[in-house]
């Protein structure tokens, strides 16, 4: 019996890669649309009907009513944000309640756990990760204590559990001295937004979507971030807390192993990483000042700066490995257009030694450059692969032999219709 297949599309560095674009780009080839991991700390652009959505918890595949949007157990979901993107949404003219199906098992983010996620951060003092706040690190540190609470915990005896899990967190800041903090107003929103997460689906989704591949329909996993944030293969500590890896796709949604048919690694032309932890691409100079501005590289959700520099092939070597990626997506190669040279980092030195693989920690690791010609033609209004100039054809080229992986989507601009299939 034919059955369906779960393809993965991840980012493969530190995210913020463009992933919402490429999943709204591919949905129309899947049934349902998945997300396996992480909370609204992630979002995902996406212009649609000319107009410029951010979704933050709610899947990329949600503005086709012809498919079905799962938010799998493996998130994580604050109420009251969540209430807020959807009625964004729902303003738009998209009706969700009957697209969007929410796992009773993804655990809920408290107004205290922002609290936390402070009060932590705050204690930390310059060994800060650079947390967005949004209560992510304290929600999986909950999950993994066995004390946290559940969308399914909703349906029956809530106020008890979450007066009990309230207390707790409390006790905990007051054993932090950080008492300064006030939550009237944001618990009054959260539990509205738990009143209003009861109009959907709430279900066991791991079995909605193996009954899906039973049926021989085909998921398309949406990740969230990027493989080196990832909580066991990332940049220990400034990573998220959650599995950002393809690993991830079968915790994050209950699907075995054999069910993983494609994975669709995500990366830039250029690097770019968000919040505090080693980078040894990064540009403090007027180069990254202007990838940063032509790239637009300003958080979705936080607005933060985007800390820029040139492609590293040593991460994405490494991310193509712990990930199994079979096919590759390079987005944003027209923001290098104007460029006489462009910069590849082929390996990290410190000390005196020299590595092509990922060392246990890059902290203090200085990139090695190869350079290749820049193209300076503009891109962004090519449809057709074939109408790439030499060197921009020259440097997917490369990149393909040096990273063994096909190339097979390269992205010229922000519109769908830039999006070229090689």
């Known amino acids: 019996m034919k059955t369906g297949k779960v393809d993965a599309l991840l980012g493969i560095v530190f995210g913020d890669e463009g992933k919402g674009k490429i999943v709204d780009f591919f949905t129309p080839k899947y049934d349902v649309v998945a997300r396996f991991a992480g909370g609204p700390n992630a979002g995902h652009t996406i212009i649609f009907d000319g107009k410029k959505f951010v979704l933050r918890s709610i899947p990329s595949g949600i503005f086709d009513e012809g498919k ?22 729902e ?62 915990d909703i349906l029956e005896g809530f106020e008890e559990k979450y007066q009990a899990l309230k207390a707790r967190h409390e006790q905990i800041l007051r054993d932090l001295h950080y008492t300064d903090y006030d939550i009237s107003d944001d618990e009054r929103n959260w539990m509205a937004g738990v009143e209003y997460m009861r109009r959907f689906q709430l279900s066991d989704t791991e079995l909605e979507i193996n009954q899906l591949l039973r049926e021989g329909k085909n998921v398309l996993a949406e990740g969230a971030q990027g493989s080196l944030l990832d909580i066991d293969h990332g940049t220990y500590p400034f990573v998220s807390s959650s599995s950002t890896t393809c690993g991830g796709v079968c915790t994050g949604l209950g699907v075995a192993p054999g069910t993983i048919g494609e994975v669709f690694g995500i990366f830039k032309a250029y690097s770019t990483r968000v919040g505090s932890g080693p980078f040894p691409v990064e540009l403090f100079d007027e180069t990254g000042d202007t990838i940063r501005r032509i790239g637009n590289e300003y958080g979705a959700v936080t607005g933060r700066n985007r800390r820029c520099g040139w492609i590293d092939l040593v991460a994405l070597k490494y991310a193509i490995m712990i990930n199994g990626v079979t096919q590759l997506v390079m987005m944003k190669g027209d923001v290098l257009d104007d460029f006489a040279t462009i910069k590849v980092c082929t390996a990290y030195r410190k000390n005196g030694e020299t590595t092509t693989t990922m060392p246990y920690d890059t902290a203090g690791w200085e990139a090695v450059y190869e350079e290749l010609p820049g193209w300076q033609t503009d891109l962004t209004a090519i449809r057709d692969e074939k109408d790439f100039p030499p060197a921009f054809k020259a440097y997917i080229s490369y990149l393909e032999e040096q990273l063994a992986t096909p190339i097979r989507i390269v992205s010229v601009g922000p519109d769908r219709e830039a999006t070229i299939i090689r």
């Open 68 to 89: 079905v949007n799962i938010i799998g157990n493996g998130c994580v979901i604050a109420p009251d944000l969540f209430m807020a993107e959807a009625r964004e949404l």
């Open 91 to 152: 303003a738009a003219g998209y009706d969700l309640t009957n697209r969007l199906h929410i796992s009773k098992r993804a655990h809920l983010i408290l107004p205290t756990h922002r609290v936390l996620d402070r009060a932590y951060e705050a204690a930390k003092g310059k060994g800060k990760v650079g947390t967005t706040g949004k209560g992510i690190g304290p929600t999986y540190s909950d999950k993994a204590a066995r004390i946290g609470l559940r969308v399914g």
